[in-house]
């Protein structure tokens, strides 16, 4: 006999939560990615909506955080449609992305073979990811509506590869992970409401500008050095060395805040970069647990001065 009346499941009209996809949902969704990283198996940070690809918007931008792969979410009501399968290709082409996320309350059986295709005709190993998700909101008699993913579509192999992807390798990449989780733990703790990223085994970390294509990273470098840096790349030279010397042009008041800078157009290369370094003696192989909590109250403090400093220009570029 059972104990307790069980309910019966509702599915709820998305219109009826979400007046506007793109006002109101991609917000949404922006703000419980999590939901999302947990039925995907992976962990979506540092993202950002309407984000320009040319004369067109792509839902959200965002990293992998195990990899630092580039993410694309194309979101849409309804059922799948030719238009919203030519931005998927448009967005993951414009902004390189490594993985693309096409989600709708259904899809269509066409749309589902051509996301079955393209990964299975791609290499795993150097070409893009596609998922198809269908969205749902379900409730039981009168509870409030749930959000529901469901994956119809995925790369072979999904689940091993990521698993594989996460983990350090060798003696170095440990090293990195852990000097990178103690450096963004203290980080956190200094900066509540910043929105805290997964250390990944390699030389680097960082987290968006609040601008597309910057970056604030720490980095170690060459010449036994670690960097507090701003890293510019939209994906286009010009438009990379347009927002350096926009940039630059405050120089002065920007080092007042922060100390003498070093501002590199990096010849040669596609990026710019605007950075602070400190010699810490070594590499990160000669480095003990010991020296880490010295260069890591550099790092935090030189990042927390930065990163207000450049903020207050990167807004009004």
Same mark, same amino acid.
């Given at each position: 006999?059972?104990?307790?009346?069980?309910?019966?499941?509702?599915?709820?009209?998305?219109?009826?939560?979400?007046?506007?996809?793109?006002?109101?949902?991609?917000?949404? $969704?922006?703000?419980?990615?999590?939901?999302?990283?947990?039925?995907?198996?992976? /962990?979506?940070?540092? =993202?950002?909506?309407?984000?320009?690809?040319?004369?067109?918007?792509?839902?959200?931008?965002?990293?992998? =955080?195990?990899?630092?792969?580039?993410?694309?979410?194309?979101?849409?009501?309804?059922? +799948?449609?030719?238009?919203?399968?030519?931005?998927?290709?448009?967005?993951? !082409?414009?902004?390189? !992305?490594?993985?693309?996320?096409?989600? @709708?309350?259904?899809?269509?059986?066409?749309? #589902?073979?051509?996301?079955?295709?393209?990964?299975?005709?791609?290499?795993?190993?150097?070409?893009?990811?596609? %998922?198809?998700?269908? %969205?749902?909101?379900?409730?039981? /008699?009168?509870?409030?509506?749930?959000?529901?993913?469901?994956?119809?579509?995925?790369?072979?192999?999904?689940?091993?590869?990521?698993?594989?992807?996460?983990?350090?390798?060798?003696?170095?990449?440990?090293?990195?992970? /852990?000097?990178? =989780?103690?450096?963004?733990?203290?980080?956190?703790? !200094?900066?509540?409401?910043?929105?805290?990223?997964?250390?990944?085994?390699?030389?680097?970390?960082?987290?968006?500008?609040?601008?597309?294509?910057?970056?604030?990273?720490?980095? %170690?470098?060459?010449?036994?050095?670690?960097?507090? /840096?701003? *890293?510019?790349? +939209?994906?286009?030279?010009?438009?990379?060395?347009?927002? %350096?010397?926009?940039?630059?042009?405050?120089?002065? !008041?920007?080092?007042?805040?922060?100390?003498?800078?070093?501002?590199?157009? $990096?010849?040669?290369?596609?990026?710019?970069?605007?950075?602070?370094?400190?010699?810490?003696?070594?590499?990160?192989?000669? $480095?003990?647990?010991?020296? *880490?909590?010295?260069?890591?109250?550099?790092? @935090? +403090?030189?990042?927390?001065?930065?990163? #207000?400093?450049?903020?207050?220009?990167?807004?009004? $570029?």
């Amino acid at each position: 006999m059972l104990k307790q009346k069980l309910g019966r499941k509702q599915v709820v009209e998305v219109r009826q939560v979400f007046e506007k996809e793109s006002r109101d949902f991609t917000p949404w $969704l922006n703000e419980n990615l999590d939901l999302l990283s947990e039925k995907l198996n992976l /962990e979506i940070i540092d =993202s950002s909506i309407e984000e320009d690809v040319g004369e067109f918007s792509c839902d959200i931008v965002a990293k992998d =955080s195990d990899s630092n792969r580039t993410i694309v979410i194309e979101n849409q009501f309804g059922v +799948t449609n030719h238009d919203h399968l030519g931005k998927i290709f448009t967005y993951a !082409a414009g902004r390189s !992305a490594d993985i693309i996320i096409w989600i @709708a309350e259904r899809f269509r059986e066409e749309h #589902r073979k051509t996301l079955e295709w393209l990964n299975e005709k791609v290499d795993p190993e150097s070409g893009p990811s596609f %998922f198809g998700i269908e %969205f749902k909101l379900l409730k039981v /008699e009168d509870s409030p509506p749930a959000p529901d993913f469901e994956v119809v579509v995925q790369p072979n192999d999904w689940e091993r590869s990521i698993k594989i992807s996460g983990q350090p390798k060798s003696e170095t990449s440990k090293s990195y992970f /852990e000097f990178f =989780s103690q450096l963004i733990d203290r980080y956190s703790k !200094a900066n509540p409401k910043w929105r805290k990223v997964k250390a990944m085994a390699q030389s680097w970390s960082g987290f968006g500008a609040g601008k597309s294509g910057l970056y604030f990273n720490w980095a %170690f470098r060459s010449q036994n050095r670690i960097s507090v /840096e701003l *890293y510019i790349d +939209t994906g286009d030279r010009n438009e990379n060395e347009k927002i %350096f010397e926009e940039l630059q042009e405050n120089e002065h !008041a920007i080092e007042e805040q922060v100390g003498e800078l070093s501002w590199e157009k $990096l010849e040669g290369r596609r990026a710019c970069r605007i950075a602070a370094y400190k010699d810490v003696g070594g590499s990160i192989k000669s $480095l003990s647990v010991s020296d *880490y909590p010295q260069i890591i109250e550099w790092a @935090a +403090t030189t990042m927390q001065s930065f990163s #207000r400093a450049l903020s207050n220009y990167i807004r009004s $570029l």
